[in-house]
């Protein structure tokens, strides 16, 4: 499959689950779906047969509440059942691995529970040291949300990882300028991004987080130091009326609106 199919994929799976679940978060995972995709065909050492070796390429979702993404690409690699995805959230009596915030606890494929914003990329961190101590060469890949940002172990993370030469770290920024209730700017301004890691430590590149060629590009080269990818995002993408809406932060996809987004996405619905 194409990265552009599975980032399709991944949003119809998306919507799927959260119309199931009547789960939040739609946005925030229509937002990453490329980023996921590409990391997921492709760019990470990483499949169902070595999810425990320990050699394998790491992936963390920090902003963990954009898990369903992640258990799109996972279902869509073969690491879970395609069917359990309908089991999102536990919802409707049933009973469910797949929590709503990312979860690890028996799903494989997936390093570490996240949620608490500003956790994930430190324990990623830990994780990219511990490769470097342990004399191995995997990469570890962490998803960091814009308004995560907000956190201040975000930026200790920043230091520390540029002061231990961690250049088998990926950071990838989903900025999309938006998180739950207003955008970035109006909560804590984050203003140039791109500067702010690069004062700390990092090489950073812009680009633009739906274009699946570059985002394979900028993640398969190696660095000389920790990276920071800035991908420029829309939250909600790929569903018009959810783009850049605010209110897909916690709204469900119902009815007529759940229909639509599954006719603009180009599948069935159920
Ligand atoms: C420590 C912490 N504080 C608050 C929240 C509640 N919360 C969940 S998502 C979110 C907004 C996150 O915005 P952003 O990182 O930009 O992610 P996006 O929704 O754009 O994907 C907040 C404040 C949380 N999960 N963890
Ligand atoms: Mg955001």
Redesign the pocket.
Known sequence: MTNEGLARQIRRDVVEMTHIAHAS?V??AL?IADIVAVLYNGVMNISPQNADDPNRDRFVLS?G??GAAVYAALAEKGFIPREELRTYYGMNGTESRLSGHISHKGVPGVEIST????QGVCVACGFALAGKKDGRDYRVFAVV????CD?GSVWEMALFAAHTKLNNYTVIV?R?N???LKS?EDTIALGDLSAKWKAFGWDVVDIDGHNCGDLKSVLSGKRDKPLCVIAHTV?GKGVSFMENDIVW?YRDPQNEQYEQAIAELGGDPL
């Open positions: 978060h946005a925030s937002s902003k509440h954009a949620g608490s914003l500003g949300g814009d308004g995560e956190e989903d999309n938006l998180q739950s970035t939250k932060h």
